[in-house]
């Protein structure tokens, strides 16, 4: 099969889409398929056609988001090349610049067009509107989402029962909706591929003791990460167990304000900030952390409690539809509903290593059920519905994904 996939973000910037991207692309290219990349330029304002890896970069613009750039919605120097792909199917990754041009191609060559949707936008537009006309400007990312998703594309892929409600529930969208948990590669985070040496030297040169109890969290510094609910927590964590240590990966525009509320409740000691990690030594920062913990309830999937699990972590997460699809609570991590049940189940950890232990291991299998072949498996069976062949997908099976995932689970731990 010839793909092309259309993303506004890919490697070398690095974000939780573009790491999807980019193991999606090479799942499909382990199967034989042929995978073909519309992107941004993200280094400059120039078009760029990577011939050897079949990759087309569109200039863009900032928005002031991060660092995403928008493009035209219809370039002309990329429509010829794409033309000459002779693609079976066109899967987009995004809705606005680059996904809008993926929707003119597909009707102008009569592609099919399957979507996959990632970002829940609605939390998100306060980063432009700067807290003036947040509810006209959800109602406009509503309507343009439901205009893409709903009237331009062939099938709709999800990864959360989460997201596939607020299609279903909120938005009223009619058609198919494939519920497909993105997949990584959980090999990268094997807690056996570092040594205890590697391990150590780099918990030394950050400033932290061997027997320090490192708490991680990896994820953007932004509002909607709430990030500052861990940083309030940790006072008084550290104060009843003054091992304990909250280490903070990520970049993002609320960097600066989480330090200062670091400093401001004196915690500079018990709190690390790393800022940005390149993406390559991201697993072997994984194996620094006792557990993982997030409370953000902004995700449509949460991929870095996957990779934590990958890397035999117990989750401590926040009780939301995008983690408790893949956290069973006390089996393969551990749900909570406010600070209080946060703290409480943090300072559990800390004294209780056997029970760190018993999660671990499970934690590690259900990473592995997101694995990217898995992954892939699910993703070619859409693109075959879309395509109008003998196989079809039934909606059922996809809303029913996770409870056979639990069951499964289930199966494994308990041999029921």
């Given at each position: 099969?010839?793909?092309g996939i259309?993303?506004?973000t ?6 939780g889409?573009?790491?999807s991207?980019?193991?999606?692309q ?30 087309i ?20 120097r990329a429509i ?23 929707r ?18 609605e ?31 062939t ?17 009223h ?8 948990p ?11 591929n ?14 932290f003791?061997?027997?320090d ?6 994820g ?7 990030v500052?609910f ?28 989480y330090?200062?509320l ?11 900030f790393?800022?940005k ?31 934590a ?5 117990p ?8 983690f ?15 600070k209080?049940?946060y ?12 029970q ?12 592995d059920l ?8 699910r993703?070619?069976?859409v693109y ?15 809303k ?9 689970i289930?199966?494994?731990f308990?041999?029921?």
């Amino acid at each position: 099969m010839r793909i092309g996939i259309f993303t506004d973000t890919y490697p070398p910037y690095i974000n939780g889409v573009s790491t999807s991207v980019a193991m999606l692309q090479g799942a499909l290219e382990k199967k034989g398929h042929e995978v073909f990349i519309v992107t941004v330029n993200a280094d400059n304002m120039s078009y760029k056609y990577e011939n050897e890896n079949r990759i087309i970069r569109i200039p863009g613009i900032p928005i002031g988001i991060f660092d995403y750039r928008l493009t035209g919605i219809y370039p002309l120097r990329a429509i010829e090349k794409i033309r000459k792909w002779n693609l079976d199917v066109i899967h987009s990754h995004t809705e606005f610049g680059v996904g809008t041009f993926a929707r003119i191609i597909a009707k102008q060559l009569s592609i099919p067009l399957v979507h996959t949707y990632h970002t829940m936008y609605e939390d998100y537009v306060h980063y432009i509107t700067k807290g003036y006309f947040n509810g006209t400007s959800k109602k406009i990312v509503e309507y343009l989402t439901k205009f893409y998703c709903d009237k331009t594309a062939t099938e709709l892929i999800v990864p959360t029962k989460k997201t596939y409600d607020l299609f279903k529930q909120k938005y009223h969208v009619e058609r198919n909706i494939h519920i497909i948990p993105t997949g990584i590669e959980v090999e990268r985070f094997y807690k056996e591929n570092f040594t205890k040496k590697e391990i150590q030297d780099l918990k030394k040169e950050i400033g932290f003791q061997e027997d320090d109890f490192v708490i991680l969290f990896v994820g953007r510094m932004g509002k909607e990460k709430s990030v500052d609910f861990l940083i309030d927590a940790q006072k008084d964590i550290s104060k009843k167990y003054p091992c304990a240590r909250l280490l903070l990966i990520g970049d993002g525009p609320y960097l600066e304000a989480y330090q200062n509320l670091a400093k401001k409740l004196k915690l500079e000691q018990k709190i690390k900030f790393l800022g940005k990690i390149p993406w390559e030594k991201i697993p072997l920062y994984y194996q620094l952390g006792d557990i993982f913990v997030t409370a953000s309830q902004t995700e449509t999937q949460g991929l870095t409690i996957i990779e934590a699990m990958a890397a035999s972590l117990p989750v401590v997460a926040i009780d939301d539809e995008s983690f408790n699809t893949v956290i069973i609570d006390e089996l393969n991590g551990y749900l909570f509903k406010n600070k209080k049940s946060y703290k409480q189940t943090v300072e559990r950890l800390v004294k209780d290593k056997q029970q760190i232990d018993r999660i671990s291991k499970q934690a590690r299998i259900s990473a592995d059920l997101h694995s990217s072949k898995y992954f892939a498996e699910r993703v070619l069976d859409v693109y075959k519905v879309a395509l109008g062949g003998e196989y079809q997908m039934k909606e059922m099976q996809s809303k029913t994904f996770f409870g056979r995932f639990k069951r499964e689970i289930r199966r494994i731990f308990h041999g029921k």
